[in-house]
Structures are given as structure tokens and as C-alpha cells.
């Protein structure tokens, strides 16, 4: 009865942990979409302003900024005179959020001709006619939980520039830096005007060149970009490329990729270790393979197209053709092949190169 209990929480802890996870993954998404938005309304690109604007309402979570979203598509919709477009998001909204906190449901029709109600302006709400309820006491499972959530939240206890510092320090004491001062010099002022325009200005960016003939590189939570000499070899005469390459890497650090793994990482390995299972301490290496071959990948994965978007982005804003980035892939499937098999798209933590290529270009094709 106790191993059964056991296994019972266990498996709830791990429900529950991936409900955070795929919650944590999605709001991600929908910040950087928010962002988007109203960076391309600020530069007067309206139309992919909408676009991103409607990706963010698209989402079925509702994320605290969500309401924002609906209230500044609605007033660009206004703008720009869709006015049915502007009616049918008003309809949307108040199916959404019956009581929201933007839009009156008696609010004019923008339609009518009538000055509609402005979405910005904040229903006043009714006075509460009954106390407001003591807070529900939480319950020993509840509070469980929480201490095995709080696991990995101890993470950022710790400053990610200091993490970065002790990881940095292990690298350099195991690997080469190169001696090219041409190259240095190169890595560092491009690295440095992509880098400017991340939105993550509380990081202090450096940038570091390895002698290594891949092509490859690597970021470091707290800003540490390592780039090898291959890579800046192969992209010569091509600082777009090379812009494209830093500026993957500047965008894992800006959404913290390495960060949310080693929380995710720390926190199934805590699982695993106050678990009272002899059948779960027996195999809790295999267990640990098992979560990394089928959680983490996928994650893996995903961020590798996320950091691509970023590569995109930061390139385009630093004034590089951001096409750069879709050559550096060309060389890498040139050198090393597209790994195109099934099995190695699986094992791999990395999209295959194709598949990053494609994206890379249906990000690029939508840039005005």
C-alpha cells in the first residue's frame, strides 16, 4: 500500500511539474509574440504588428497580459479603419472575458458611426456584496508540492552572472582560446552590436573565441558567447553570417534556455531522490535518460528554433542582412550533412538543418 501511495505522488508530482513546464514554455512564446508586436506598431509596420497581435490573443491561456493584448490590437484595428475587424475582436473579447476589465458589453458598435467607448477605459467594478472569503487553508499535499517546486526555484537564488562566471571558468580552464587577434577583434565588435539590441541590457555580454576548427558555438548563462575559430574562418568576407551565429546565441541567453533546463533538470533529479523506491533508486540513471531523451530534447529542440527567431531579429535590427544566418546554415549542411534520417532528427538536439533553414526563411520573408 505505501509503494502504491508512493508511486501515486510521485506521478502527481510530475504532472503537475510538466503542467508548469508546458505553461512556462508557452508564456515564453507569448511574451516574445507581445513584444513583437508592439515593436513592429512602433516602426509603423502595421500590418505584421496585427499579425504578432493576434498570434498573442491566439493562445488559450490567459496570461495576465493578454487583456493588453486585445485592448491595443483593438485600437489599432480603429487606426488603420477596420472597423469590422475592430467589432469582431469587441465580440471576441467579451465572449472571452464576460467581465473584463477593458470593454463594457454595452460599449457603441465602432460600425454605428457613434464614438465607440474607448477599450482602454477600465469598467468600474460593482461593490462586493458579500465578505470576501477567508483564503482556503492549503492542504498538506499542497504544501508538498510547493517545497518540491521550490527545489528549483533556489536556482535563481543564485545570480545568473554568477552561474555563468563558475560554468565560464570551467570552460576556459578545459579549452584554448585563440591568440587571432583579427579574429577577436571581429567576434567582439559584431558580437557587441547584436548584443545591443537583445532586450536583456542586465547582462554584461563577452565574447570569446575558442581555437577550434568546427563550426560551432555556444552560449553561457550570464552573457558568455563562445564562437570557434572555424566558424569565424568559414564566415570571412560574410559578417552577416557571423552576425546571424552570435546572435543565436545572445538570444538563448535572452530567454534564459539554459537557465529553465537546469531548474527542470534539478527538479526531476529531487523527485528522484526523495523517493523511498528501491525499484526507483535502482534505476534512476536509466530514469534520467529516459527524461532527457523525452523531455528534454523536445525542449531542446524548440529553443534551437526560438534562438533561430532571435538570430533573425537581432541581426535585421543591428543593420546585418539577416539572411546571414540562412548561409551559415548552408555551410553547416554543406560540411556536415542535413541529418535528414529519422533516427538522427530524434537523437538529436538540434532541428535538422533543412527544417531551421525553412524557418529561418519563413521568419525572413516576413520582415518589412
Known sequence: ????????????????????????????????????????????????????????????????????????????????????????????YLQRFPQGKFFASSAPDPQAGAPARNFGEQVPSEPASEPVPEPEKKSGWVRFRNKVKNVFRKVQDVSEDALGLIVSTSINATTQTSGNKEYIRRVEEIGSRVAAQSPRQDVKWRFRVVRDNDLNAFAVPGGYIYVNEGTVKATEGDDAALAGVLAHEVGHVTSRHSIHALERTLLFQRILDISKSSEIDKNKQNLLIAYAFLQELPISRENEYEADQWGVHLTHRAGYDPAGLVRFFDLLQKKYGGSSSKLGVLLSTHPATPDRIGHANGIIAGLQ
Open 1 to 92: 500500500m505505501k509503494k502504491l501511495l508512493l508511486c501515486l505522488l510521485l506521478a502527481a508530482i510530475c504532472c503537475q511539474a510538466e503542467e508548469d513546464l508546458y505553461t512556462g514554455v508557452m508564456k515564453r512564446k507569448f511574451d516574445l509574440y507581445l513584444q513583437e508586436a508592439r515593436r513592429t506598431q512602433a516602426v509603423g509596420q502595421s500590418n505584421r504588428s496585427i499579425d504578432y497581435y493576434r498570434k498573442t490573443i491566439a493562445f488559450e491561456e490567459d496570461f495576465p497580459e493578454i487583456e493588453n493584448a486585445y485592448k491595443e490590437l483593438y485600437e489599432l484595428l480603429i487606426r488603420v479603419g477596420d472597423s469590422s475587424g475592430a467589432t469582431a475582436l469587441k465580440d471576441e
